[in-house]
């Protein structure tokens, strides 16, 4: 068990450039949760899926954001357009709720500066 | 958006001593749970507590549930300089179960060695 992995740690871009983060989940989770979080908040929900079907997509995840999971194991959140109030940490969580256990496990986040 | 509102937003103590966080929601809810995160990292989780349940013992940790007052608590006893960080909790409201969680805003605890 290696844990949530997320791939960049940092990312610095441009106001109006695309971005793209990686999550790699525990390898026998089949949820998986984006969530974004400020500087002094707790994280709000973004997204997640169920294998490779997005069960549920938040209100904040506007039409510049769209999330992916392919093949039901790694996703990515592509952000088009970047803004500066995207500027936060995003962070993706795996769950196996299917064995009666719901906790979230979470990678280390990516942080997202947009100048 | 946040559901919970957490209790005090910072607390400062010293080593040896008790911490104690509270945490309030508005929905029904499956089950809360209690995650740690310590500077600009991930969050840990600490422990669940089903909504059938009132209290919950982990190591060091004592939670509390009230669904009528719709309220937590978190205890930490016999507190250690590592034990600074910031604690959230998150509600689990989904029907089935294993949904998104919905984090308050934290409570920051500094444990003063």
């Known amino acids: 068990d290696t844990g949530v992995s997320q791939d960049p740690r940092h990312k610095i871009t441009k106001r109006g450039q695309n971005v793209t983060f990686r999550c790699d989940p525990i390898?026998?989770?089949?949820?998986l949760y984006w969530y974004r979080q400020t500087l002094g908040q707790g994280p709000e929900f973004l997204t997640y899926?169920?294998?490779?079907?997005?069960?549920?997509k938040s209100r904040l995840l506007s039409d510049r954001f769209s999330a992916e999971r392919p093949k039901g194991s790694f996703s990515t959140l592509e952000i088009q357009r970047t803004e500066q109030g995207d500027s936060a940490m995003y962070l993706c969580?795996?769950?196996?709720?299917?064995?009666?256990?719901?906790?979230?496990?979470f990678g280390p986040g990516t942080r997202l500066t947009v100048t | 958006s946040q559901q919970g509102e957490e209790d005090p937003q910072a607390l400062s103590i010293q080593e040896g001593e008790n911490a104690t966080m509270n945490c309030s929601y508005k929905?029904?809810?499956?089950?809360l749970q209690w995650y740690r995160q310590n500077s600009g990292r991930g969050l840990v989780h600490l422990i669940l507590?089903?909504?059938?349940?009132r209290e919950k013992h982990s190591g060091r940790l004592r939670v509390t549930l009230d669904t009528s007052k719709k309220s937590s608590s978190l205890l930490i006893t016999a507190s250690r300089a590592a034990d600074t960080a910031s604690y959230f909790c998150?509600?689990?409201?989904?029907?089935?179960?294993?949904?998104?969680?919905?984090f308050g805003q934290g409570t920051e605890l500094s444990v003063k060695p």
């Open positions: 969580a795996s769950s196996r709720p299917g064995t009666g256990t719901y906790e979230q496990y």
């Open positions: 390898s026998e989770h089949n949820r």
């Open positions: 899926f169920q294998n490779e079907a997005q069960l549920e």
């Open positions: 929905t029904s809810i499956n089950n």
């Open positions: 507590i089903r909504s059938n349940e």
């Open positions: 998150a509600t689990d409201e989904d029907y089935n179960q294993g949904g998104k969680l919905i």
